[in-house]
């Protein structure tokens, strides 16, 4: 399994034991990320008694990178074996109803950020030139978090999740603008990395920890800090989910082996 730990989501690597770390400076060619929050190293060893891969930190393209270059990590743990990723990310709730400090489940998104890791020659070894993006989220895996969630007495909404270039917040204009297409987060990541770990044939689950509340008609001041420490006192819920998800990620599939 691999994971991919947004901003301010430590908590999580650190439920990952008997791990080894390679700093993201040692692996040749890897973007490296410049923001507060994201730890910068590739971190391996058994989360839940499941052999996991994680991507402390990201990069993203408002620090000046392209589509392509921000989802290269994604790349390199698909040629590493992983073949289930779970991405995670800070977000803003834009859905009302839903409430800061909570997680929400990504069951789809909408790339609003004007790049596509995909933009340029394809890669035939990677995946077709033009993959179909109709089940970008594995339903099984939405389900399997869900009923985990409920065992734990987290909450665990489920939305669509929009990604923007950044790095600005959102004008309330804009906040009502994403709310219409159908968003229920926004955050300035995960789906062009879900693009292209789709364009790989890999297995995905979303996980939002949501942050803050866009209400358009009430828009409230917030910061990357304020950002940073919400998602902070709610990453031991994601960690505890993301534990539960991989303890019985293998009953998953092997119940899909036998269909």
């Avoid at 408002?62 to 779970?86: F, H, K, N, Q, S």
């Avoid at 297409?181 to 995960?190: N, R």
């Amino acid at each position: 399994m691999g994971l991919v730990l947004g901003s301010g989501l430590g908590a999580v690597s650190e439920r990952i034991t008997e791990f080894q770390d390679l700093p993201y400076s040692q692996i040749p060619g890897l973007p490296q990320s410049s923001i507060e929050g994201h730890g910068g190293f590739l971190r391996a060893g058994t989360l839940g008694g499941q052999s996991v891969l994680a991507l402390c930190g990201r990069v993203h393209l408002y620090e000046g990178y392209t589509a392509a270059e921000a989802c290269l990590p994604v790349r390199i743990l698909y040629e590493l074996g992983v073949r289930t990723l779970v991405l995670t990310n800070a977000a803003g709730a834009l859905n009302p109803l839903f409430s800061a400090g909570t997680l929400m489940c990504v069951t789809d998104h909408i790339n609003f950020s004007g790049q596509s890791p995909l933009t340029g020659p394809n890669a035939e070894e990677w995946g077709p030139r033009f993959p179909d993006l109709s089940r970008v989220w594995c339903p099984r895996l939405v389900a399997l978090a869900s009923a985990q969630a409920r065992r734990l007495g987290l909450v665990l909404e489920r939305g669509v999740y929009i990604q923007v270039a950044g790095p600005n917040l959102e004008t309330p204009a804009e906040t009502r603008a994403y709310r219409q297409f159908g968003a229920d987060a926004i955050g300035m990541s995960t789906a062009t990395e879900a693009i292209a770990a789709t364009h790989m044939g890999m297995r995905l689950l979303g996980v939002s920890c949501l942050t803050n509340k866009n209400l358009p008609d009430c828009m409230a001041e917030t910061s990357h800090q304020e950002v940073l420490d919400m998602a902070s006192r709610a990453a031991q819920d994601m960690a505890q989910l993301l534990e539960a998800v991989a303890q019985v990620l293998p009953g998953l599939d092997e119940s899909a082996d036998m269909a």
